[in-house]
């Protein structure tokens, strides 16, 4: 079974604190990314990674960077929180030998900034 | 731009059919994935169509026309753990570009 897993559930953080999302994989997967989801508007790309020590950005990078030092990890950062960036945010990785493209997806973060 | 559009609901009823469409406006277009994601929980793949006609998998079909930029996906014999957000995404260069979601809501 494929598993990717978040490291939080839950998250509440000050404005202005730097956020650390971490998402592992364990299915030796190339690809990754980032979304966030909000109500009415889907799951919007933050940034994707092709292979280690590679990023892309998506479509909405701003306020955003990511780190990718090991294949099975990639973590989000938040530079400095600000409100608008409450969200939830998913984790998702993919092969490149799947023909269908599918991505398997995390659980997700809930994040809370005040 | 790159969009895709859905409808935001639909209701149906258990035992029908119901099918939700997906027009697309995207450069790079590889294929047509949709996606499933029950409230609370986390998208999970269904279907995956690279090319033009009808993929079939279980009660769940999925449809795409390149010509029309358009496709669809076709729930049979609705159950009521069908309730769920269903999702368009557009392939385009190995990343998806996600519709904003339908929820279906299958009444009794």
């Known amino acids: 079974d494929v598993k990717v897993t978040q490291s939080s559930r839950y998250l509440v953080k000050r404005t202005g604190e730097k956020v650390f999302l971490e998402c592992v994989q364990d299915?030796?997967?190339?690809?990754m990314f980032w979304y966030r989801q909000d109500p009415g508007l889907g799951l919007r790309l933050i940034y994707f990674s092709y292979d280690v020590k590679m990023k892309e950005k998506g479509d909405i990078p701003e306020g955003y960077s990511v780190s990718r030092e090991k294949k099975e990890r990639f973590s989000l950062i938040l530079e400095s929180a600000s409100t608008n960036q409450t969200s939830m945010y998913l984790c998702a990785s993919s092969s490149i030998r799947d023909s269908h493209n599918e991505q398997f997806f995390g659980p997700g973060t809930r994040l809370t900034v005040l | 731009g790159q969009s895709l559009e859905q409808p935001s609901e639909v209701t149906a009823v258990e035992g029908a059919i119901v099918q939700i469409n997906c027009t697309y406006q995207?450069?790079?277009?590889?294929?047509l994935s949709w996606y499933q994601q029950h409230d609370g929980g986390a998208p999970t793949f269904l279907s995956y169509?690279?090319?033009?006609g009808l993929e079939e998998t279980g009660r769940f079909s999925s449809f795409l026309s390149r010509s029309d930029s358009y496709g669809y996906l076709l729930l049979q014999e609705l159950q009521m753990k069908d309730s769920a957000s269903y999702f368009c995404a557009a392939l385009q260069g190995g990343k998806l570009i996600f519709g904003q979601g339908t929820e279906l809501s299958v009444k009794p």
């Open positions: 995207t450069s790079g277009f590889y294929g």
């Open positions: 299915m030796d997967h190339e690809n």
């Open positions: 169509n690279a090319l033009d």
